[in-house]
């Protein structure tokens, strides 16, 4: 890759779109960052379960992560102006909005992955359809779930008129975040080039955030058209499904970077898939907000029979093979931390946790559930509601933030064995010593006493990267590859070697059992209770 004499200056970089921030990392040639920016952004809370976010403060949030990560880039005298090849995206899945063709506004607020609105929609659809929740799990590898793009986009052409208006109009785009952004930062309406140029901003989404819509067939990559009948989603809405690394379209003047390539784009967790490398039958789990823990299960779809999601890994080029994974999605780990510093006011900031978990031996008995909207897979409760249990005189705030570290990795536990049923012994790699290896990161991996307690609880070796933001690294990879900075062979060699912490199980197996089973105990406790703020 070295040229000869000084090497000229070449980056990429990524756009990592999420759920409670945006930030914007440039890479240099060897995948490592040089310069990067980072903001947060509001959450709406309209009625309880509901979460949104505005569409136009998320645009507004990318634009400026993209100018101040450019004026620490050129005060560290990086010329990346000049050397800059391509921009990657990964965003926050699920989320959706709909906006205007003709105005470019969005229509409605942007209803979040998490927002639970949807349940009475969830319910009258699996009892109208035959095949009831698991009605189109052969088709798209979902049940019928909040969770999903599609509920929310049938929740908003049932209940916002401006939306049903302008879908009768032929006015109306639906899409994910990445579509959302890609259509603004390709020209959206009345765009224009670095030379003046009108540019027309391009409607497409990726296969990995398609496949979280509900409406995309797994394997023939395209909007299942039975899917749509079904559901009364006209396909004139829905953007084209297009791979994770290829020539999308340049950003248009008004934004930093204007004429730059756009050549990737992938769902976070699937990002996070590419940026630890996880070829077929190795694991990952990212703690950001929630927990996603996916295994690459190769160019077959595996459907599970234990409560996981079927799902796209990666597929990097147009005419590259697709390869699949198992998902178990966990709604609550980050946030639950959120909680106890904003609603709480138990810890001021989210590092503080570690300390005070570490003031106590252990939980004290304290079990909590962080089933705020309901639970993820492996349940699927969306009557959940969050506990926390076996509070006596002698608990106090150090128990539950112990609690509340051990909930995270209790609900990794919950889906690593379902995973491990799903797939079977053939369909994990093990290690030389014959070890399941877990790799993690996000950016609750910071917090060493949950990574130990993640491997006491999981009895297999966590295994963290010294750069854990890898959702925005994947990104850059899939735009550096459709760029040619990178070749796939250069980037699955290891281009970003680096050391790694290894966590190792201390924890006894009958302790770890008795432990699990009071886990489920607690869980068990949660389900049927959303109706207690009736």
């Known amino acids: ?66 100018a101040k990560t450019l004026e620490k880039a050129a005060a560290s005298g990086l010329n990346v102006d000049a050397g800059l090849k391509a921009i990657g995206i990964t965003n926050q899945r699920e989320t959706t909005v709909v906006w205007s063709k003709s105005t470019g506004l969005p229509l409605y607020n942007a209803i979040v992955w998490m927002d639970v609105r949807t349940s009475s929609i969830c319910r009258r659809l699996e009892s109208e359809l035959s095949g009831g929740r698991t009605h189109f799990v052969e088709t798209c590898g979902l049940p019928i779930s909040t969770y999903f793009s599609a509920l929310k986009l049938l ?48 409607h497409v989404t990726d296969c990995s955030n398609a496949a979280r819509t509900m409406l995309m067939n797994l394997k023939a990559l395209d909007w299942d058209k039975p899917t749509l009948e079904a559901l009364g989603i006209p396909a004139g809405i829905l953007p084209k499904i297009i791979s994770n690394s290829e020539k999308i379209g340049v950003v248009a003047s ?16 699937h990002a996070a898939m590419l940026g630890q490398l996880c070829q077929k039958g190795e694991a990952k789990s990212t703690y950001g907000t929630g927990a996603f823990i996916l295994l690459n299960t190769g160019e077959e779809v595996t459907q599970s029979t234990h409560g996981l999601l079927s799902t796209i890994a990666y597929k990097l080029g147009p005419d590259a093979p697709t390869n699949y994974a198992l ?4 709604a609550i780990a980050g946030a639950a931390v959120q909680w106890l510093r904003d609603s709480l006011g138990i810890i001021s900031s989210a590092s503080e946790i570690e300390g005070l978990a570490e003031s106590v031996q252990d939980s004290g008995g304290i079990y909590f559930v962080p089933a705020f909207n309901g639970l993820f897979a492996p349940w699927w409760r969306d009557d959940a509601r969050g506990i926390c249990i076996g509070i006596t005189r002698f608990t106090n705030k150090g128990h539950i933030a112990q609690a509340v570290l051990e909930s995270m990795c ?37 917090n060493n006493l949950l990574m130990q307690i993640q491997a006491d609880l ?9 750069d854990t933001e890898t959702t925005a690294l994947g990104a850059a990879y899939a735009a550096g ?23 190792r199980p201390k924890l006894d197996d009958a302790h770890r059992k ?8 607690a869980v068990s406790r949660s389900f049927d209770l959303a109706d207690l703020s009736l």
Request: charged share 25%; hydrophobic share 40%.
């Open 155 to 202: 929740w908003l052409m049932e209940n916002v008129d401006a939306v049903k208006d302008a879908v009768r109009a032929g006015d109306a785009l639906f899409g994910t975040i990445d579509t959302w952004l890609i259509w603004n930062l390709t020209g959206g309406i009345g765009g224009k080039d670095r030379d003046g140029k009108e540019l027309v901003g391009q």
């Open 254 to 269: 008004g934004f930093p970077l204007a004429g730059v390539s756009i050549s990737g784009c992938l769902g976070d967790q």
């Open 327 to 330: 998902e178990g999605s966990i």
């Open 410 to 446: 209790f609900q990794v536990n919950d889906v690593l064995s379902s995973m491990h049923k799903d797939a079977g012994e053939a369909g994990e790699v093990k290690s030389a010593e014959g070890e399941f290896l877990l790799r993690v990161d996000g950016g609750a991996t910071v």
């Open 514 to 521: 008795k432990r699990g089973e009071s886990w489920n105990k």
């Open 481 to 503: 590859l459709a760029a040619g900075v990178w070749t796939k062979e250069e980037i699955f060699a290891g281009l970003h070697k680096e050391n790694t912490t290894v966590f």
């Open 1 to 66: 890759m070295a040229g000869k004499g000084k090497e000229e200056e070449v980056y990429v970089a990524s756009i990592d779109q999420g759920t409670t921030s945006t930030r914007f990392i440039i890479y240099d040639r060897h995948a490592s960052p040089v310069a990067s920016h980072q903001l947060e952004f509001k959450q709406h809370y309209p009625e309880a379960g509901w979460v949104e976010h505005d569409p136009m403060e998320i645009m507004e949030s990318v634009k400026v992560c993209m």
């Open 458 to 466: 999981l009895g297999s070796p966590v295994v963290r990267p010294a």
